[in-house]
């Protein structure tokens, strides 16, 4: 069945890093433009960064530009979805999810079919 696994997450210092990774399988995620999203307690999920199904194309939100890369693998048989994530802000904390396969507006999260369970990142002041 369509699985997508993400990993990374974790406790970090301001101004630190994390790579965050999403391991896609069960589906034609060769085909799908995938995203990260996030959502931080009590507030809306909200657009990360997104990338085309082939990678040339690369989307972010102003909040995490210059300091986020999302990038992709299609040569293997799992998909596998990254961000970097550098120059870490306390604002940053949230639980982060990755998606797949969005049916409209890449930055919507409404519009993407398929999730991952999410992993926390939690950047300390």
């Known amino acids: 069945q369509v699985q997508l696994v993400e990993s990374g997450g974790g406790l970090v210092q301001a101004g630190g890093s994390l790579r965050l990774s999403c391991a896609a399988s069960?589906?034609?995620?060769?085909?799908?433009?995938m995203g990260w999203f996030r959502q931080a307690p009590g507030k809306e999920r909200e657009f990360v960064a997104a990338?085309?199904?082939?990678?040339?194309?690369?989307?972010?939100a102003d909040s995490v530009k210059d300091r986020f890369t999302i990038s992709r693998d299609n040569a293997k048989n799992t998909v596998s979805l990254q961000l970097q994530m550098n120059s870490l802000k306390p604002e940053d904390t949230a639980v982060y999810y990755c998606?797949?396969?969005?049916?409209?507006?890449?930055?919507?999260?409404?519009?993407?079919?398929?999730w991952g369970q999410g992993t926390q990142v939690t950047v300390s002041s």
């Open positions: 990338i085309g199904w082939s990678g040339g194309r690369t989307y972010y």
């Open positions: 998606a797949a396969d969005p049916r409209g507006d890449i930055t919507n999260y409404a519009d993407y079919a398929h």
């Open positions: 069960g589906g034609t995620f060769r085909s799908y433009a």
